[in-house]
């Protein structure tokens, strides 16, 4: 044992974000650290970031890569906390120097999930009428939506889960199209209508896993957090993680993945698509699980010989125009 898990007189700093969600996620991490190490105790501390501050804005207009991670990643920094847990699909691919990411935890379901009005009850996302309004802050979503369902009407949705619940049931969509994995967490996992098949959309990088975060010279404290690290989960996103670097893509640009591994093999799709859903270059590779961040980069690789970097090119010059109209 490391000096860090040997002190009980040590007190470890979790940071996290206010959110309803990441603070089930934080404790979450907190117990399972808790029960292996009863001996230290452990504080979360909340911070405000700049993601949860912007609520009147689309995400895509924003166009900043760390909106939901900055002020964390300063606090550790600074020492004012220890590490911060994050869900992966917020943490941008390259770190500020000084940081690094620790583990990957257990994923849950990494799929979107529709969620519908009353009304639509009886049907699925195949089903739904021409000019159903769906609600969805992601690019991602949108674009490969647009691409499958052209005559759907597509509607911005901002705020936590709760507020976004409320405004589908107020009848402001018919159906929103949100993280299986939050609605999961946050025990709200009945509102699944139908979790969406990887043929309509691939999920989010990270989508469904939690990462944490720590200062990279802190070797005591990425000995602890080795604990709780899921191994298949690690390598799953290992790979979609290296494929979005690799494609210099933010949280906010359309590229979804799906992984699977069977044995010791790791295969992962990629797709890239412009967000009016009319150019979409998709592929896969397959290869060993301990080379995942390889994989990762020849699909992105394989993806830029098909037309990648042309779309992308032209998503960035469309955020960048739209980020300095409202700033």
Known sequence: ????????????????????LALVQTYWVREQLQTRFPQINFEVHTMSTQGDKILDVALAK????????????LGMLNHDIDFAVHSLKDLPTNLPPGLTLAVITERENPADALVVHEKYKDQQIETLPAGAVIGTSSLRRLAQLRHKFPHFTFKDVRGNLNTRLAKLDAGEYDALILAAAGLQRLGMGDRIHQIIPPEISLHAVGQGALGIECRADDEEMITMLKAIEHSETRDRCLAERAF???????????????????????????????????????????????????????????LREQGANEILAEIFTEIQRVSSSIG
Not at 1 to 20: D, F, L, N, Y
Not at 62 to 73: A, M, S, V
Not at 248 to 269: A, F, H, R
């Open 62 to 73: 924003i166009g900043d890569k760390g909106l939901f991670t900055k002020e964390l990643e």
């Open 244 to 302: 979005l670097r690799v494609l210099e893509g933010g949280c906010q640009v359309p590229i979804g993945v799906n992984t699977e591994i069977n044995g010791d093999t790791l295969t992962l799709t990629g797709i890239v698509a412009s967000v009016d859903g009319q150019k979409l270059v998709k592929d896969s590779v397959t290869g060993a699980a301990e080379d995942a961040e390889k994989l990762g980069a020849d699909l992105a690789q394989l």
């Open 1 to 20: 044992m490391t000096s860090v898990i040997s002190s009980p007189a040590r007190t470890i700093r979790i940071g996290s974000r206010k959110s309803q």
